[in-house]
């Protein structure tokens, strides 16, 4: 279903990662684990053009291409493919929560808005903030900001939904709500690529962790495989320290 071949990515001489290969099925969740500053995060932001690639070949369901010709058209039928939910939220100040999760169906998709704001409302009831649809941002907690960021996401009705770091930024209370709502949607078998430091959330909802330093994928295998028995020295010195923090 996506399909990564040969990615690369560099910010002026800074080469972030060369010959990126990697691919996900249908259904299937991956968690990207590493140090930080790896470039997980750019690694992420290059599949829906967020950040551009410099090389490469990306593939998401039946649209394919080279990263280096992309047209805009292309751009933009990759991004409909793909939601984003950000570190920081990313919520418009200006608008509701119901407005919020509302704005791309009208403005991306030219759905009507009324049929918008139904559809809204009813993922607003399904995250848990069905009483929050006439609230603004700055009303709501940080983990309210964060689930109403990922029903946004959801109204995309994307083929896989790319989260990046989404606990990044919550105080402590706030991390399980938005931790339940993504336990939820893996229930409900949607596609996911997840970097994150929760390493609990890895074992209990991954099919694959990803485990990725200094640019290069190092390896990948089931939760229990990783985690328990790691085969490169490196995923091993990065999961002792983990351990050691009392984070697994």
């Given amino acids: 279903m996506i399909e ?3 990615i690369r990515k560099q910010f002026g001489d800074h080469v ?3 010959g990126i290969d990697l691919s996900l099925d249908r259904g299937e969740i991956i968690v990207v ?3 930080s500053g790896t470039g997980k995060s750019t690694l992420l932001r290059c599949i829906n053009f967020l950040e551009t690639p410099d090389a490469g070949h990306l593939t998401v369901g039946d649209l394919g291409f080279d990263v280096t010709g992309a047209t805009r058209e292309q751009i933009l039928a990759l991004r409909r493919r793909t939601a984003f ?17 509302a704005e791309g169906m009208i403005v991306v998709d030219g759905m009507p808005k009324a049929k918008a704001y139904a559809k809204a409302r009813e993922i607003l009831e399904r995250i848990g903030l069905a009483d929050k649809a006439d609230a603004y941002p700055a009303s709501l907690s940080g983990g309210q900001q964060q689930r109403v960021g990922i029903g946004r996401a959801m109204a995309a009705n994307a083929d896989v939904i790319l989260f990046d770091e989404p606990t990044s930024a919550l105080d402590p209370q706030w991390v399980e709500e938005v931790l339940g709502l993504m ?4 229930a409900e078998h949607q596609t996911m690529i997840v970097v ?3 390493m609990q959330f890895a074992r209990e909802v991954a099919d694959r962790v990803v485990f990725m330093d200094q640019g290069r994928i190092i390896e990948q295998a089931p939760p229990a495989e990783l985690f328990s028995q790691p085969k490169d020295e490196r995923t091993q010195q990065f999961l002792r320290k983990i351990l050691a923090a009392n984070v697994v």
């Fill in 183 to 186: 336990k939820r949607l893996a």
């Fill in 33 to 35: 684990v590493g140090p």
């Fill in 196 to 198: 994150t430091h929760e």
């Fill in 4 to 6: 990564l071949k040969g």
């Fill in 16 to 18: 972030v990662f060369d």
């Fill in 85 to 101: 939910v950000f570190q920081n939220y990313a919520l418009f100040a200006n608008k509701t929560a119901l407005q919020n999760v």
